[in-house]
């Protein structure tokens, strides 16, 4: 997934099948970790476990269904517009944690257009907006899409879930006395 924040900083999280990475274009850094599992669990590896944000992981579950319909706590219908240049459904909605906007084109393929969250309990609320376009319902991607191959002028560090927190034991420090 390739993401664009605001102020043109762009950064990238790469999924192989057996390590995940991510990389930040404007400091060139970048950090991986093992994850063997499928695409799901690494999700939720990468958001629970590394404390990373993502924030369109739901979407990418095999049962984002589900989960949305588990999360979603109302769903209003707002008009037919068409400000996006062709005509789509405007929605709001809501979770406990995420207000959302979604965009949905209008016709025989009902596909999201845009989409605005809306994260209220954070300080200075801030919003993620994504952009659909040029959808391919037959995507045919080479593995090679998939490997994340470190810029020679990066730098690796390790996820800040990895490193020890002030006062905890590290193994090195385990049962040392001091």
Same mark, same amino acid.
């Given at each position: 997934?390739?993401?664009?924040?605001?102020? !043109?900083?762009? %950064?990238?999280?790469?999924? &192989? !099948?057996? *390590? #995940?990475?991510?990389?930040?274009?404007? /400091?060139?850094?970048?950090?991986?970790?093992?994850?063997?599992?499928?695409?799901?669990? @690494?999700?939720?590896?990468?958001?629970? &476990?590394?404390?990373?944000?993502? $924030?369109?992981?739901?979407?990418?579950? %095999?049962?984002?269904? %589900?989960?949305?319909?588990?999360?979603?706590?109302? +769903?209003?219908? +707002?008009?037919?517009?068409? #400000?996006?240049?062709?005509?789509?459904?405007?929605?709001?909605?809501? @979770?406990? /944690?995420? =207000?959302?906007?979604?965009?949905?084109?209008?016709? &025989? *393929?009902?596909?999201?257009?845009?989409?605005?969250?809306?994260? $209220? =309990?954070?300080?200075? *609320?801030?919003?993620?907006?994504?952009?659909? #376009?040029?959808? =391919?319902?037959?995507?045919?991607?080479? &593995? %090679?899409?998939? @490997?994340?191959?470190? $810029?020679?002028?990066?730098?690796? #560090? $390790?996820?800040?879930?990895?490193?020890?927190?002030?006062?905890?034991?590290?193994?090195? @420090?385990? !049962?040392?006395?001091?």
């Amino acid at each position: 997934m390739e993401a664009e924040k605001s102020n !043109g900083a762009r %950064s990238l999280v790469v999924f &192989d !099948g057996k *390590q #995940i990475s991510t990389y930040d274009e404007v /400091t060139r850094a970048y950090a991986q970790a093992a994850q063997p599992g499928g695409v799901d669990e @690494t999700l939720v590896y990468f958001v629970r &476990d590394l404390g990373m944000r993502l $924030p369109l992981a739901v979407f990418f579950l %095999s049962r984002a269904a %589900s989960e949305l319909d588990h999360r979603v706590v109302s +769903v209003e219908y +707002v008009e037919k517009t068409g #400000i996006l240049g062709a005509p789509a459904r405007h929605l709001v909605g809501r @979770t406990d /944690t995420v =207000n959302f906007q979604m965009w949905i084109a209008d016709g &025989d *393929q009902p596909l999201l257009q845009h989409l605005v969250l809306t994260y $209220p =309990n954070a300080p200075g *609320q801030p919003q993620f907006r994504a952009q659909f #376009i040029s959808w =391919n319902l037959a995507p045919e991607a080479a &593995d %090679s899409l998939f @490997t994340f191959t470190p $810029p020679a002028n990066g730098s690796k #560090i $390790p996820f800040a879930a990895a490193l020890p927190r002030y006062g905890q034991a590290t193994p090195a @420090t385990k !049962g040392a006395k001091p």
